[in-house]
T-cell receptor
């Protein structure tokens, strides 16, 4: 009963380093997304995907890349980490293509600190 | 423009008392409304949603919410609060005519005091 699995849970990066946050879901959901959560700013959408091979930008895509080679996996890549990317990152998925009243399921989060 | 507001950053209630966490929204079409809960250092968990039908929606852990179209509100309620209900609560809305864009509130921190 795994649901949405994110790794790593905690990571400290130096400015300029790159890394990938992994996300996998075992519910055969078409729609997957990445959010960041910052104090006082709620949840902001970084990138999303409506199916394998299809990705699109959300509200705050700069500095992040994504790909969706399979239905299950949706990694988020930080190309050159900056202190402004210190945040908590959540991967999420839902049925359909993110449409209408479908429930979104979240991973447990990845706490990233950039020093 | 679509928006959602949670007017209270924090709500404090005594254990056993009823609780209300407020949410108001603005969309151009019909709304799909959601409540999620986030416990410390955890991901968000779905509580309940309103899509259509009965205005009173019942969800997980004894929570319910009432859709009020005239007041554009979707307040979360529970008749008797538990200390374990202490968490961060998020309201979200999606315009039925704009399927992919889900707008999130900033969250309300609920503290239930023993």
């Amino acid at each position: 009963n795994a649901g949405v699995t994110q790794t790593p849970k905690f990571q400290v990066l130096k400015t300029g380093q790159s890394m990938t946050l992994q996300c996998a879901q075992d519910m055969n959901h078409e729609y997957m997304s990445w959010y960041r959560q910052d104090p006082g700013m709620g949840l902001r959408l970084i990138h999303y995907s409506v199916g394998a091979g299809i990705t699109d930008q959300g509200e705050v895509p700069n500095g992040y890349n994504v790909s969706r080679s399979t239905t299950e996996d949706f990694p988020l890549r930080l190309l050159s980490a900056a202190p402004s990317q210190t945040s908590v990152y959540f991967c999420a998925s839902s049925t359909g293509q993110g449409a209408s009243g479908n429930t979104i399921y979240f991973g447990e989060g990845s706490w990233l600190t950039v020093v | 423009a679509q928006s959602v507001a949670q007017p209270e950053d924090q709500v404090n209630v005594a254990e056993g008392n009823p609780l209300t966490v407020k949410c108001t929204y603005s969309v151009s079409g019909n709304p799909y409304l959601f409540w999620y809960v986030q416990y410390p250092n955890r991901g968000l968990q779905f509580l309940l949603k309103y899509i259509t039908g009965d205005n009173l929606v019942k969800g997980s852990y004894g929570f319910e919410a009432e859709f009020n179209k005239s007041q554009t509100s979707f307040h979360l309620k529970k008749p008797s609060a538990l200390v374990s209900d202490s968490a961060l609560y998020f309201c979200a809305v999606r315009d039925a005519g704009n399927n992919r864009k889900l707008i999130w509130g900033l969250g309300t921190s609920l503290a239930v005091n023993p």
